[in-house]
């Protein structure tokens, strides 16, 4: 059983940045994208950001697009997520997921196969 796990979630002022993790628990396993969603209280589960684990190549949504940054380590079998220039509209649950399709980037969460539970971003003064 594969199981993702997110760290680096917590408090931050607006305009303040945070860096999350995601790493694989358990087995080892094959992946061709990460991605980060985020969900908010009382909305959908949103896409963030997804990276090619092969290429580096990544994909983002408009309303994060020069503020976040994904990138992956493969020797560490990490992926990460930097947010900078926080604003309290970024505040959600953070998750990971990974997939194996090809292709475009899959930016809809049925299109994942593994998810991590999560970590809490909270941007207030």
């Known amino acids: 059983q594969v199981q993702l796990v997110e760290s680096g979630g917590g408090l931050v002022q607006p305009g303040g940045s945070l860096r999350l993790s995601c790493a694989p628990s358990g087995r080892t396993f094959s992946r061709n994208y990460m991605g980060w969603f985020r969900r908010a209280p009382g909305n959908e589960r949103e896409f963030v950001a997804a990276?090619?684990?092969?290429?580096?190549?990544?994909s983002y949504t408009d309303s994060v697009k020069g503020r976040f940054t994904i990138s992956r380590d493969n020797a560490k079998n990490t992926v990460y997520l930097q947010m900078n220039s926080l604003k309290p509209e970024d505040t959600a649950v953070y998750s990971c997921?990974?997939?194996?399709?090809?292709?475009?980037?899959?930016?809809?969460?049925?299109?994942?196969?593994?998810w991590g539970r999560g970590t809490q971003v909270t941007v207030s003064s």
């Open positions: 997921a990974a997939t194996l399709r090809f292709g475009k980037f899959p930016t809809q969460g049925h299109e994942y196969a593994y």
């Open positions: 990276v090619n684990w092969s290429t580096g190549s990544t």
